[in-house]
Nanobody
Framework: QVRLVESGGGLVQPGGSLRLSCAAP????????MGWYRQAPGKERELVAT???????NYADSVAGRFTISRDNAKNTAYLQMHSLKPEETAVYYC?????????????WGQGSQVTVSS
């Protein structure tokens, strides 16, 4: 199975920073895209940022300029650096990859990391 290991979530004050990590199995060599989606209580899951293996990035308008996504292809790991966090951005942040596993292309989700922005 494809299991994504997420880390870096926690409690941060408004205006603070946090860095999330997502590591995919090293046996997967066909990862096309990695990124994060977030879901606040009672709300729909929304895209935060994605990055391709070619380093092309895409950000939600609400986070552009404050968040930076990057990746280390050798480690099959992506990072999301978040600055100037706002209370309304409290949510579970889910890592997602698009990859071909055993010849089958699809999307795979991590278990999520809780990010809480509060004084």
């Amino acid at each position: 199975q494809v299991r994504l290991v997420e880390s870096g979530g926690g409690l941060v004050q408004p205006g603070g920073s946090l860095r999330l990590s997502c590591a995919a199995p090293g046996s997967i060599f066909s990862i096309n895209e990695m990124g994060w989606y977030r879901q606040a209580p009672g709300k729909e899951r929304e895209l935060v940022a994605t990055i391709s293996t070619g380093a092309d990035t895409n950000y939600a308008d609400s986070v552009a300029g404050r968040f930076t996504i990057s990746r280390d292809n050798a480690k099959n790991t992506a990072y999301l650096q978040m600055h100037s966090l706002k209370p309304e951005e409290t949510a579970v942040y889910y890592c997602r990859i698009a990859a071909a596993v055993r010849g089958m292309k699809g999307g795979y989700w991590g278990q999520g990391s809780q990010v809480t922005v509060s004084s």
